[in-house]
């Protein structure tokens, strides 16, 4: 339900389609046993081979944890290069935090961080604008403060390149 919702609607933010890979079986070597969490630049790799052209801008959207050797964890990760990207469902659900399932507050935030990501796919940098969509943010107070828009600065950035 979620991704379909994030599939129907991420492309007419960009202007041009998004494929969105979901149900993706992560690959073992993606893996850490210690961290037990998934290495996002190894998913990433894996995306890289899953798709058509060179051209195409993929993000696949996940269960699972996701970390960076530097990082305690991300909540997606992006390759500009290969033009893909992942999101982790993971720490946007709310069942994470000890709460409910609550669709009306997961989604945003799942279309906020995707949006984010493919904005980087389209060269655009972090905008240190806070009601920017494309605003870094780690944390769900953060997401869920800033807006599912691009300010003015990034959105002149984005026309110029889409
Ligand atoms: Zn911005």
Redesign the pocket.
């Known amino acids: 339900m979620l991704v379909n919702k994030l599939a129907s609607n991420i492309g007419p933010v960009f202007g041009r389609s998004v494929d969105i890979l979901k149900g993706m079986k992560m690959p073992e070597e993606a893996y850490n046993i210690v961290r037990s969490q998934f290495y996002a630049q190894v998913i990433l790799s894996k995306i890289e081979r899953t798709k058509a052209n060179s051209r195409e801008k993929v993000i696949a959207v996940c269960e699972e944890d996701l970390y960076l050797p530097e990082e305690p964890f991300v909540l997606g990760w992006v390759d500009t290069l290969s033009g893909t990207a992942v999101v982790s469902l993971y720490r946007i659900r709310q069942e994470f935090y000890g709460l409910p399932e609550d669709e009306s507050k997961v989604y945003p935030r799942l279309f906020k961080e995707a949006t984010h990501r493919v904005a980087h796919l389209f060269d655009?940098t972090e905008?240190?604008?806070p009601?920017?969509?494309?605003?870094y943010s780690q944390i769900m107070l953060d997401i869920d403060n800033k807006t599912d828009k691009?300010?003015?600065?990034?959105?002149r950035?984005l026309t110029n390149v889409v």
């Open positions: 655009l905008c240190r604008n009601k920017c969509v494309n605003y691009f300010c003015d600065i990034c959105r950035q």
